[in-house]
Nanobody, 124 residues
Framework: QVQFVESGGGLVQPGGSLRLSCAAS????????IMWFRQAPGKEREGVSC????????SVADSVKDRFAISRDNAKSTVFLQLNDLKVEDTGRYYC?????????????????WGQGTEVTVSS
């Protein structure tokens, strides 16, 4: 069972920045991916970004690729999602997720374990 400690969400004004963190534990494999999804009120959950533990390859959704960036600290099994130039439409709950094996993907079917999420609110 994979456990997560997610943090970094909050209330920010449009144009502001946040850094989300996800510390994952409870697994021994070196071959896995960490993904970030988000879900806005009344909308479906969508993939935001992904990073592979094996080679550090990443994937970022087209809708946010100019503003969001994913990085990792493998020694601490921690993944960061930097959110810049935030917009009102970025508001939602951001979920960290873990998937076994190789290859990043931003679809929920890739996920084996979900975190509880951290809330991001962008409002003036």
């Amino acid at each position: 069972q994979v456990q997560f400690v997610e943090s970094g969400g909050g209330l920010v004004q449009p144009g502001g920045s946040l850094r989300l963190s996800c510390a994952a534990s409870g697994f021994t494999s070196s071959y896995y991916v960490i993904m970030w999804f988000r879900q806005a009120p009344g909308k479906e959950r969508e993939g935001v970004s992904c990073i592979s533990a094996e080679d550090g390859s990443t994937s970022v959704a087209d809708s946010v690729k100019d503003r969001f960036a994913i990085s990792r600290d493998n020694a601490k099994s921690t993944v960061f999602l930097q959110l810049n130039d935030l917009k009102v439409e970025d508001t939602g709950r951001y979920y960290c997720a873990w998937g076994a094996g190789f290859g990043c993907s931003l679809v929920p079917q890739r996920v084996d374990y979900w975190g509880q999420g951290t809330e991001v609110t962008v409002s003036s």
